[in-house]
């Protein structure tokens, strides 16, 4: 899904049009064109696809990030009167000359957090304050209200675990290994066993 056929490096790479308010940006990192992200971080290698909504969420390394996929989205506050935005925006319609800080607090704090090698779906939504654990397929469309178990695939919606990538003693190695956390260099000097059969490249990588 990745848009671009440049190089990437060590500055982020941003598309037209997007539009970045208070974020962090790992290395080789890329931003799809039409994109908002907010008060959020990108980890080194991850990228996002076209028209993507990310807001007040961390994002691990090697992410791969589908378009339009929103994380993080804001909430309403439908526990008062009005769920319209006139009672936390109020100098917008002139009924104060202070906004509601302490709601806006609250919505920052609401954090999403998704781990390393991650694989986000065309169009999917991922909730405030869910977790999605490293190694997880999240399915095209899938609305994510709950937390997402490693390396699990999860689809529909509401979102529900279908089945895991790997089994147990796979995925309990790939944990061990973190090869996400190998330096540019080893990634390099060992491409080629990311193309090798699972259990030959935990056997390899994986310390008894």
Known sequence: MNISNKQLG??????????????EFGVYTEVGMFNFLENSTLGDYSYTGQFCFVQNTVIGKFSNIAAMVRIGPTDHPYDRPSL??????QKMYGFSDDDDSGFFNRRQSRVTSIGHDTWIGHGAIISPEVTVGHGAVIGAGAVVTKDVAPYAIVVGVP???IRKRFNDDVIAALLEIKWW?????????HIQDFH???????????QN
């Open 196 to 206: 090798l059969p699972i259990e030959e490249f935990v056997s390899k990588h994986h």
């Open 181 to 189: 956390d190998w330096s540019h260099e080893k990634i390099k000097e």
């Open 159 to 161: 979102a529900k675990e």
């Open 84 to 89: 319209h935005h006139f009672t936390y925006r």
């Open 10 to 23: 060590k500055d982020v790479l941003i598309h037209h049009n997007a539009n970045i308010k208070n974020c």
